[in-house]
Structures are given as C-alpha cells and as structure tokens.
C-alpha cells in the first residue's frame, strides 16, 4: 500500500520569507511523487513532479521540491513567499513500478502574512 | 471541454434521498477520477476508470455509492439513500490514462450537503 504524510496542519511565514511545507510517503516501489494547491472553492491545480532525474524539482508561481529518497521525503519550497501563496497544499504519491492511482495526502493550510 | 467539469456545483439534500453528481473530463482524457474531500480529511479516493477496462471501485465507502461511466466521457457518481456523513465535495479529475507520470486534472468540485 501507498501512502502520504503530511506532519502539519498549517504552517504559517510571512511575507518575504522562506517557506517549506513538509511530505514524506511510503511506497513498495519506486515513487512518482505530485505537488496540487487548492485556493478556497476551488479545485485542485497541479504544481509540480517528480518523475526521475534531479532531485530538485522546480514547478508553478516559484515553487520547488526537493525529492529525498533515503529520507523518503518530498518537500515543497518558496525562497520568498507572497501572501498569494496562502492556499492549501497537498502532497500524492503513485507507485511507479505498476498500475495504482495516485494517494494524497490530508492537506497543509498554507496562511502567509504581510 | 477546455477544462474538467462537474455539476452541480452545489447540492443540499435530505437524509435518505438519492443524489447524482455529474463529471465531464477533457477531451481525450481515458483515465477518470472521482475524490472525496471531507472536512480536515484530504482526498480520498474512490473510484478510477481507464478506457474500457474494470473499474477500480476499491474506494466506495459502502454500496450506496456507484458511478458510471459511458465510454471515455461523462460519469456519474451515484450516492443512494444518503446519510450525514456523505457531506463533503466530490472531485472527479482526468488524465491521459496511459501515462503514469501525468498530472490529474481537477473540476471544482460538487459541495453535497446532507441535512
């Protein structure tokens, strides 16, 4: 079985500063691991992936994720974030080595302020 | 469509009754989803069609959920006699099914509020 881990419920920085919302994630095999961002009333957008290749990952609006295979981690990253940033964040995982759909994690609240 | 689209955006409904949400994927797409987003709980899977084959249903809560789908385009998720704790949003999303690394793509959601 597949799974996420997302260890906060909301992280919250300010304006400026640097952000990293935490994921780490169980797989059997080798994983294909997702960044979505969900605004209020909305659905999910697709940030970023990691696939294969180099472990950072770079994606939409100044996002990146860094892919950690021995700490089996995934975490999303801003260098300065902007309080249109605040959102919530998913990480989801799909097992690379044969069919499976892909697992979310619960959720990170994202709150930055000016 | 340009985009994945759900229907209704919204749904109020009495305990007991039968609902149907509706999902429109992208063109082209052959893989469909269907979420349940509860409050504080993330998604939770339900159920994935890809093409012609079998369904995966290995998500529905209970057998008074079902969904459809005719051929590579509109499904439907069916929540019979519904219960309290059906309220949630039901996402549905698509993607080109064969291609694992793609990302999914979301409509907005049905709200279901059971009262």
């Known amino acids: 079985a597949q799974s996420v881990a997302q260890p906060e419920d909301q992280v919250n920085v300010a304006e400026g500063n640097p952000l990293t919302v935490k994921c780490t994630y169980s797989?059997?095999?080798?994983?294909?691991l997702f960044w979505y961002v969900q605004y209020p009333n909305r659905g999910l957008q697709f940030l970023l992936k990691?696939?294969?290749?180099?472990?950072l990952v770079k994606g939409s609006y100044g996002f990146e994720a860094e892919f950690n295979k021995s700490q089996t981690s995934f975490h999303l990253k801003k260098p300065s974030a902007l309080v249109s940033d605040s959102a919530l964040y998913f990480c989801?995982?799909?097992?690379?080595?044969?069919?499976?759909?892909?697992?979310f994690g619960k959720g990170t609240m994202l709150l930055v302020s000016p | 469509g340009a985009g994945v689209s759900q229907s209704p955006s919204n749904k109020v409904t009495e305990k007991g009754k039968d609902v149907e949400l509706r999902c429109d994927p992208i063109?082209?797409?052959?893989?469909l989803y269907w979420y349940r987003q509860r409050l504080g709980q993330g998604l939770e899977f339900l159920i994935y069609?890809?093409?012609?084959?079998?369904?995966?249903k290995s998500g529905l809560p209970s057998d008074r959920f079902s969904a459809e789908r005719t051929g590579e385009s509109v499904s439907t998720l069916t929540i019979q006699r519904t219960q309290q704790e059906d309220s949630a949003v039901y996402l549905c999303?698509?993607?080109?099914?064969?291609?694992?690394?793609?990302?999914?793509?979301f409509g907005e959601g049905s709200r279901l509020t059971v009262l």
């Open positions: 999303a698509s993607s080109l099914g064969l291609d694992y690394t793609g990302e999914l793509f």
């Open positions: 797989v059997s095999g080798n994983p294909y």
């Open positions: 990691y696939i294969t290749g180099d472990n």
């Open positions: 989801a995982v799909r097992d690379m080595s044969g069919y499976s759909t892909l697992t």
């Open positions: 063109s082209g797409h052959t893989a």
């Open positions: 069609f890809q093409g012609n084959s079998a369904p995966d």
